[in-house]
């Protein structure tokens, strides 16, 4: 009974997470930049909502992780599913807390088109592009498959 509770509040934790970052990443963030006609607000509007996703899915990807660890013990590095998942948690340490407060810097200093500013920030920006798209289909993979086999009944 417990173990069907748990199972529960990580399929709703796996869930908000990743349908939240579907949302954001492929409705929100690129209906802001067809409908605001100021790409300076559209982008620092679409800049917090990743943020946000961001932490989401930080902390989901660690409670998960944890709950997994604690249930399976050092056997749960034998299932894919805890790769996939650990992928994701990577990639999103790393845009949390290495892209994104790298192209917050980028433009914070301001920089003009062709400039070498713009350059690095259209590389930090496609690196994160990529790396949101990664975690999204690994996401997608947890939730089509479940974040661990179901039990079978005897």
Same mark, same amino acid.
């Given at each position: ?16 997470? %990743? ?13 802001? /930049? ?5 790409? #300076? ?6 800049? #917090? ?9 930080? %902390? ?9 660890? /604690?249930? #399976? ?32 810097? %980028?433009?914070?200093?301001? /920089? ?8 690095? /920030? ?33």
């Amino acid at each position: 009974m417990v173990t069907d509770k748990f199972l529960v509040g990580e399929r709703l934790l796996l869930t908000l997470w %990743v349908g939240g970052m579907w949302a954001i990443g492929y409705m929100a963030v690129p209906t802001l /930049f067809v409908i605001l006609d100021d790409r #300076q607000v559209a982008g620092m509007l679409a800049g #917090q909502m990743f943020k946000i996703i961001y932490i989401v899915g930080f %902390v989901a990807s660690l409670i998960l992780l944890l709950s997994l660890f /604690f249930k #399976q013990g050092v056997a749960v590095v034998k299932h894919w599913r805890t790769w996939v998942l650990g992928l994701a948690f990577i990639l999103i340490a790393l845009g949390l807390f290495v892209l994104q407060p790298a192209m917050k810097e %980028v433009k914070s200093q301001g /920089f003009t088109a062709g400039s070498e500013q713009a350059a690095t /920030f259209d590389k930090l920006h496609k690196a994160s592009s990529t790396m949101y798209t990664v975690t999204s289909l690994c996401g997608l993979i947890l939730v089509v498959s479940g974040i661990r086999r179901r039990e079978r009944a005897i």
